[in-house]
Structure formats: structure tokens, C-alpha cells
């Protein structure tokens, strides 16, 4: 089976690709625009493989995809090519609306026009997965507002919780995941959508907040925390995902929606604390002399507008249905991005030495 993978230099994009040359006999079609989040090194490990192409396209360029699909001839699609980041889509949401609303529109058009040419056997097999993410919903009640913090448990992201997007990141991919479903209903285009849970873990773009606190604080820098750091998130190290993103792309059922969640509900300050501790272990020698501790580093900051207080997935039907389960808990697999980083210097390096700079949006509180 040969698969398409749009954004696949990305960061869930290229655990994706790593996942699928190393660990299944599947071929890999990446194809990435190469933005500013883009790094061909996160592929570096597959890149020789005979099983992987690379093409530098657009997902807003129509005629570019035609030739793709024509060139290639895919069994399936993986999209995951989007602008993620919420804060840049305040500051800017109009890149947001181009490549997560029409590029997604491009993308399906192409890939209606491709399915609509194959022979019936190809056709029947043929897969279009949409990966999303839980930001669609909105936010849950927080703990600390129920009169029964217990109560937290029953308020969960299920694949039947309607759409209410805070952010102009959420409302474009809550368009495109509408755009998938009506291309399945109107036109028959056999999609499947999953949403996912915060992802960390090797290889992520330093402006999230794991990769950002740890390269913060090997540097001696302040480490920005939006207002109380109270928001509770859902944490998915990502090559869990990537696992079951191959397995909903090769066993889900067509039509349906899967959510996929770390079971690691963690407020904010927890997790920044938490990375502090493990640089104290792992790296204590990396501190910078002016640093008595690297909690010491902890600043809070003006809190996003708009800020979700609390995300939290029910994963219990893709265990339910494709028995997938993630692997690393949220301590282990905090360890292991940790521990990346300390020992990919290099990879990180060079990401910093382009335009990026460590900045994060937000004043001090």
C-alpha cells in the first residue's frame, strides 16, 4: 500500500512517516510545503528509504495535487498538513483560514477527482483520513468549577460532542472537518476523521510549550506561563499517535470519527514543573551558573485571549474498536522528550539558527 502524507515534514506528520517505513512495509508519499515548521531532519531516519518520495508542494495549489496524485497514485491519504499553532492564528489567522479551509477543499477535490478514475477494486480500498484535532470542541468545565471535582470525569471530548471552536486554529479545522464529513455524504468520498489530544514528544517545533520550556531553560531564559497556569490539557506522546493514526487509516471503518487521547490529564504549571524537575535530574549541569533552580525560571504571563481552560478526551472507542491503547504514560513519555532533546542538540540547534527565536506571544501578568 502506497500512502499520502500532506505535511509530513511536520511534527506528527514525520512520527507518521518514521512510523510507517520502520515499523510496516507500507511506502510513504511526503509531501509538505515547507514552512517555517517544516524540517526535512525529522525525516532523516527514513529518508533513504526506498519506500519513501518526498515532493514539495502546496495544498493550495490544485493543479500541483492533480500531478501528485497522478504521478504517485495513492492507496490512501493521511492529511495532516495545517497551521497549528493558536497564538500565531490570533496574531495572523489569515494563513490559518488559506491552508486549513481551502487547502483542505484543494486537497479533497483532487483526491475525489484521482478516486473517482481508479478501477472499482481501488476504489472500494481507497482511504481519505483527516487528522484533526480536540480544539474543535471548545473547552470542558474545569475541576475547580464543579461542586464535585469528581464530576470532571463525566465532562469528556466524545466523537458526538458538537463543535464549539474558541480560536480562528480551532474554527479553521472545525471547517475542515466539516468539509471532510460533506465530501463523504454529498459526493461518497470514503473519509475518516480522528481528533487528537496535545501532542509532545521528539522532533516538535519549539514554539509549543514542552519543546519551548526545555529549550528555555537550557538557556537560562524566562519560562512563560499563560495567566494562573490552571488550564488542564490532555497529554499524547506522539508516537502513540502515530500508531494509531496508521491503524485508523488501515482499519477504520469509513464514515466514522475516532478520538485518540493520552488518558494524561495535567494542568499547565504542572507540566512546566514537572520538565524542571527532569532537567534538575538529566541535565544539572547544563544550568546556567545565574540559576539557582530551573523552577526559579518560572514566569507567569499575560493569559491568551480567549484561553480554553480545560481539553480531556474519551479515547474508549478506539480501544473499543481497533484495540489501540497508548504505550507511554505522561511520565515516561515526558522522560524520553526530555532526554531527546538533551541528546539531539543539533536537530533543535539549527531550527533556532533560522527565524525562529524563542519568542512566545503573551506580556508579563
Not at 8 to 32: C, E, P, Q, W
Not at 199 to 225: C, D, Q, R, S, T
Not at 242 to 268: Q, S
Not at 272 to 278: A, D, E, Y
Request: aromatic share 10%.
Amino acid at each position: 500500500m502506497k500512502i499520502l502524507i500532506t505535511g509530513g515534514a511536520g511534527f506528527i506528520g514525520s512520527a507518521v512517516v518514521r512510523h510507517i517505513i520502520m515499523k510496516t512495509k507500507y511506502s510513504v508519499v511526503n509531501l509538505d510545503k515547507l514552512t517555517y515548521a517544516g524540517n526535512l531532519q525529522s525525516c532523516a531516519l527514513v529518508s533513504d528509504s526506498s519506500r519513501y518520495a518526498f515532493e514539495k508542494v502546496d495544498i493550495c495549489k490544485r493543479f500541483e495535487l492533480d500531478l501528485i496524485f497522478k504521478e504517485h497514485q495513492p492507496d490512501t491519504v493521511m492529511h495532516l498538513a495545517a497551521e497549528s499553532h493558536v497564538d500565531r492564528s490570533i496574531d495572523g489567522p489569515g494563513d490559518f483560514i488559506q491552508t486549513n479551509i481551502v487547502g483542505t477543499y484543494n486537497l479533497l477535490e483532487a483526491a475525489r477527482a484521482y478516486w473517482n478514475g481508479l478501477e472499482e477494486k481501488r476504489k472500494q480500498a481507497f482511504r481519505f483520513h483527516h487528522i484533526s484535532t480536540d480544539e474543535v470542541y471548545g473547552d470542558l468545565p474545569h475541576p475547580d468549577d464543579l461542586a464535585d471535582p469528581v464530576q470532571a470525569t463525566e465532562h469528556l471530548f466524545r466523537e458526538t460532542t458538537s463543535y464549539a471552536p474558541s480560536s480562528p486554529y480551532s474554527a479553521s479545522k472545525a471547517s475542515s472537518d466539516h468539509l471532510v464529513r460533506a465530501w463523504h455524504r454529498t459526493y461518497g468520498l470514503p473519509v475518516i476523521v480522528t481528533n487528537c489530544s496535545n501532542n509532545y514528544g521528539p522532533y516538535h517545533f519549539p514554539e509549543k510549550l514542552v519543546p519551548h520550556i526545555i529549550l528555555n531553560a537550557l538557556a537560562g531564559k524566562p519560562l512563560p506561563v499563560y495567566g494562573d497556569g490552571s488550564q488542564i490539557r490532555d497529554w499524547l506522546y506522539v508516537e502513540d499517535h502515530a500508531r494509531a493514526l496508521v491503524k485508523v487509516a488501515t482499519d477504520g471503518v469509513v464514515g466514522e470519527t475516532y478520538n485518540i487521547g493520552g488518558h494524561n490529564e495535567v494542568r499547565n504549571i504542572d507540566v512546566v514543573r514537572m520538565l524542571c524537575g527532569l532537567l534538575e535530574e538529566l541535565a544539572p549541569e547544563q544550568k546556567p551558573t545565574s540559576v539557582r533552580k530551573y523552577a526559579d525560571l518560572i514566569t507567569f504571563v499575560k493569559d491568551r485571549a480567549g484561553h480554553d481552560v480545560r481539553y480531556a478526551i474519551d479515547a474508549s472507542k478506539i480501544e473499543r474498536e481497533l484495540g489501540w491503547t497508548p504505550q507511554e504514560t505522561f511520565e515516561t513519555g515526558m522522560r524520553k522528550t526530555v532526554q531527546w532533546y538533551l541528546d539531539n542538540k543539533e536537530w533543535w540547534q539549527r531550527v533556532l539558527d533560522g527565524s525562529y527565536r524563542l519568542e512566545r506571544l503573551g506580556e508579563k501578568a
